[in-house]
């Protein structure tokens, strides 16, 4: 069976925006895969191409050399398999959670009460049932997000990308929403391509977990299986001898290449 999502030899050079400037390689040499129904999350230092590489599975860019395979199919354009949950939620704020939740489904020409019906039954599956006629406004992070996790999950595609979804929320409501993600992907087993800087989250959550290296040129420099048993709750799970044993295995991977990426920073606002 092929993979839900195939990278081979991806590479991805960005043109200079103005003279004087070099072009810049974001990643290159990366070959990878996503098996159906496997949580692979991705780690590694700030500016390694991490969302360069979400991007290319979503069809958002085009890759400068290589190939992203979509169950076994060249990705031409948008990736119509997947679905795709940003860094900041892309809720409409003249919508309402409902409104924001079925629009999915009404642009792809499915009835207004049907989407409506499903959207209710999405809003219940996320703990949100009684708060569909609220705003954007009128919701705290943890509920935009997860109004913003059923707007993705409605839509019921066959991969997940998500980039770094729930970075920008407090520890305990990062961790309610962490157990609500597995939980829903438990349930249909999607394939889920996971961006985060958080090795924490990324163990607690994963299947796998790839390291890239700091960029220029970006690429994976570590694999690991995390074979901590399911169902996991990710706040007990963290104080498990195996899950210490792998976060210890990664970081060191991970570190010099975190270090590397602080280096460069540094640099450049020299």
Not at 110 to 133: K, S
Not at 136 to 160: C, F
């Given at each position: 069976?092929?993979?839900?999502?195939?990278?081979?030899?991806?590479g991805?050079?960005?043109?200079?925006?103005?003279?004087?400037?070099?072009?810049?390689?974001?990643?290159?040499?990366v070959?990878?895969?996503?098996?159906?129904?496997?949580?692979?999350?991705v780690?590694?230092?700030?500016?390694?191409?991490?969302?360069t590489?979400?991007?290319?599975?979503?069809?958002?860019?085009?890759?400068?050399?290589?190939?992203?395979?979509?169950?076994?199919?060249?990705?031409?354009?948008?990736?119509?398999?997947?679905?795709?949950?940003?860094?900041?939620?892309?809720?409409?704020?003249?919508?309402s959670?409902?409104?924001?939740?079925?629009?999915?489904l009404?642009?792809?020409?499915?009835?207004?009460?049907?989407?409506?019906?499903?959207?209710?039954?999405?809003?219940?599956?996320?703990?949100?049932?009684?708060?569909?006629?609220?705003?954007?406004?009128?919701?705290?992070?943890?509920?935009?997000?997860?109004?913003?996790?059923?707007?993705?999950?409605?839509?019921?595609?066959?991969?997940?990308?998500?980039?770094?979804?729930?970075?920008?929320?407090?520890?305990?409501?990062?961790?309610?929403?962490?157990?609500?993600?597995?939980?829903?992907?438990?349930?249909?087993?999607?394939?889920?391509?996971?961006?985060?800087?958080?090795?924490?989250?990324?163990?607690?959550?994963?299947?796998r977990?790839?390291?890239?290296?700091?960029?220029?040129?970006?690429?994976?420099?570590?694999?690991?299986?995390?074979?901590?048993?399911?169902?996991?709750?990710?706040?007990?799970?963290?104080?498990?001898?195996?899950?210490?044993?792998?976060?210890?295995?990664?970081?060191?991977?991970?570190?010099?290449?975190?270090?590397?990426?602080y280096?460069?920073?540094?640099?450049?606002?020299?």
């Amino acid at each position: 069976m092929a993979p839900a999502l195939e990278f081979e030899g991806i590479g991805c050079t960005f043109s200079p925006r103005r003279a004087g400037q070099s072009a810049y390689t974001a990643v290159a040499g990366v070959d990878a895969t996503i098996a159906e129904g496997e949580f692979v999350s991705v780690v590694g230092p700030t500016g390694c191409g991490k969302s360069t590489l979400l991007n290319m599975a979503a069809g958002l860019l085009v890759p400068s050399t290589g190939s992203v395979r979509v169950f076994g199919q060249p990705l031409v354009g948008i990736n119509a398999r997947a679905g795709y949950m940003f860094q900041s939620d892309a809720l409409m704020p003249w919508r309402s959670a409902l409104d924001n939740v079925a629009a999915g489904l009404e642009f792809r020409g499915t009835d207004r009460l049907e989407a409506r019906r499903q959207a209710e039954e999405w809003l219940r599956r996320v703990g949100l049932g009684g708060f569909g006629a609220r705003y954007p406004h009128e919701m705290s992070g943890g509920m935009r997000k997860r109004t913003a996790l059923a707007q993705t999950l409605i839509l019921d595609p066959d991969i997940v990308l998500m980039d770094e979804p729930f970075s920008a929320l407090d520890i305990q409501t990062r961790q309610l929403m962490e157990n609500e993600l597995l939980a829903l992907w438990s349930a249909r087993r999607k394939a889920v391509l996971f961006i985060t800087h958080d090795l924490d989250e990324a163990i607690a959550l994963s299947d796998r977990v790839l390291v890239l290296s700091a960029g220029p040129a970006s690429r994976p420099i570590g694999e690991f299986v995390i074979d901590l048993p399911r169902p996991r709750d990710v706040a007990e799970i963290r104080g498990e001898p195996r899950f210490i044993d792998l976060h210890k295995r990664i970081w060191t991977v991970l570190r010099d290449q975190v270090l590397e990426g602080y280096r460069q920073q540094l640099h450049a606002g020299a």
